[in-house]
């Protein structure tokens, strides 16, 4: 649900901007351990969150919204179970 809201979110507001044009947005989130993970801070933050994933499983979900000239909305959203291999510190 997140990631719908943000490609739509995202999307409108460029089709604000752009009415007549076809807009798509998306947006891929990775959720590990009841966690969500955003885009990292910085790269100790990356850093973070790699070995979080390192040797789990954890879900990316990617959804895409498509705003059509006059508003009308289509949206879809693909998830993937994904499991890191266990990562060494110097990954």
Known sequence: EFALRV???????IARARPDALVLGADTI???GGELFGKPRDRD???RMLAAL???????????????PGGAVQTRLARSRVRFRRLAAAE
């Open 45 to 47: 933050d990356a850093g």
């Open 30 to 32: 990775v959720v590990c």
């Open 7 to 13: 490609a739509c979110d995202k999307a409108a507001a």
């Open 54 to 68: 390192s040797d789990r499983w954890h879900e990316v979900a990617t959804a895409v919204a498509v705003i059509c």
